[in-house]
């Protein structure tokens, strides 16, 4: 422990919180996208592939978390300088608050889009589109993480 470097940990709770804030979201939005589909199932037995496809889009927020580990982890060595944990640390924050926020309310977006296709209405399509409108915003939290990971020290 005497030649522990604290910017290492800085390092790893970024990538921790990368992961586990995104997956987070993604889990938490397919909860209420497919408790909705569950609903609308009972409703409609038929209908199982159009609400799988509705309730599924928030699982990818926890694909964009791994994205940014797999871009952050080859700067993490335990003789990092501080700057670029820093970095680490604010693309993990930045990130996964994104991920999780966006894949939460993508979840409420394709939780109605499945109420409705349970009462009948033909709105995959429209329901799709109003489900990625959340999902944009993961996305650039995850472009921006990608741009931040330019600015370390080699």
């Known amino acids: 422990m005497e030649n522990f470097n604290p910017a290492f940990l800085i390092a790893a709770i970024g990538l921790g919180l990368m ?3 995104s997956c987070s979201g993604s889990a938490i939005g397919l909860v209420i996208s497919g408790s909705a589909a ?3 199932l009972k409703k409609r037995p038929d209908a199982f592939g159009v609400l799988l ?4 889009l928030p699982s990818t ?3 964009y978390g791994f994205v940014g580990f797999f871009i952050y982890q ?10 670029n944990a820093c970095l680490v640390l604010a693309a993990g924050l930045m990130l996964g608050i994104g991920a999780l926020v966006s894949a939460i309310y993508q979840g409420k977006a394709c939780a109605a889009s499945a109420s409705a296709i349970g009462s009948g209405h033909d709105i995959l399509g429209p329901g799709l589109v109003f489900g990625a409108l959340p999902e ?3 996305i650039l939290s995850l472009v921006a993480s990608i741009l931040l990971s330019m600015l370390a020290i080699k």
Not at 53 to 56: E, G, P
């Open 61 to 63: 927020q926890g694909i």
């Open 53 to 56: 496809v509705a309730s599924v």
């Open 38 to 40: 569950l609903g609308s």
């Open 19 to 21: 992961i586990g804030l």
């Open 74 to 83: 080859a700067l993490v060595k335990p003789t990092m300088p501080l700057f």
């Open 136 to 138: 944009f915003y993961a």
